[in-house]
């Protein structure tokens, strides 16, 4: 069974472009979260989506930064302008439902030059 | 803001040895989940515990949830190679959102041949 898939693996790019992550979840799972792993603050959850519809952006650090899912397979993490504190590792992760266990894609290695 | 720390946050020991890592709050839990990360991957689901005073095994894992469901540990019986990556805790609140969880920071834990 084919699990979360994210694209890039890795980027690394200049500060001031545009930077778009992409997620595939699991197919029949009605949730959908972003999260940043870093090593000062661990994994901090960006958004939480449930039947394509964001429940709690609260985890977005910054208007830069802003979500998309326009389908039940398919999710987009943009930044823009893109800055060398956005370094980091992104993940998607998708569960059955909210209370469910959550299973993790591999991640984008985000590098901001 | 709820706080869980995990203990230590690094650890290399030999193969053969056993070990505990450790998953505190000051808040109780709902549930209580812990993944295992390897390098250039996501998370990965080992086992979730619910009831205070719960014990879970996983072939050489022993998962144990506090009677106060408070804080968890993790043992591991006669360490491999294998095991070596970083072991992350991952609470449900009572009164969050029924999708939140917070993540400790880890413990990354090295298993020498």
């Known amino acids: 069974d084919a699990g979360v898939i994210q694209s890039p693996r890795h980027e690394v790019t200049e500060m001031g472009q545009e930077v778009t992550l992409r997620c595939k979840p699991i197919s029949g799972h009605n949730s959908l979260f972003w999260y940043r792993q870093t090593m000062m603050r661990g994994l901090e959850l960006l958004i939480y989506f449930n039947n394509n519809v964001p429940i709690d952006d609260s985890g977005m650090p910054e208007d830069r930064f802003s979500a998309k899912m326009p389908n039940a397979s398919f999710s987009t993490l943009k930044i823009q302008p893109s800055e060398p504190r956005d370094s980091a590792v992104y993940f998607c992760?998708?569960?059955?439902?909210?209370?469910?266990?959550?299973?993790f894609g591999d991640g984008t290695r985000l590098s901001i030059l | 803001t709820q706080l869980l720390e995990q203990s230590p946050q690094f650890l290399s020991i030999q193969e053969g040895e056993n070990l505990t890592v450790y998953c505190n709050s000051s808040?109780?839990?709902?549930?209580l989940q812990w993944y295992r990360q390897e390098p250039g991957e996501g998370p990965v689901l080992l086992v979730t515990v619910v009831t205070g005073g719960e014990v879970k095994k996983l072939k050489r894992l022993t998962f144990q949830f506090g009677d106060a469901r408070k804080d968890s540990s993790l043992h591991i019986t006669a360490a491999q190679p294998g095991d070596t990556g970083l072991y992350l805790c991952a609470g449900a609140y009572s009164g969050a959102g029924s999708y939140q969880l917070t993540f400790g920071k880890g413990t990354k834990l090295s298993v020498i041949p």
């Open positions: 808040s109780v839990f709902s549930s």
């Open positions: 992760a998708s569960s059955l439902s909210a209370a469910r266990a959550q299973h």
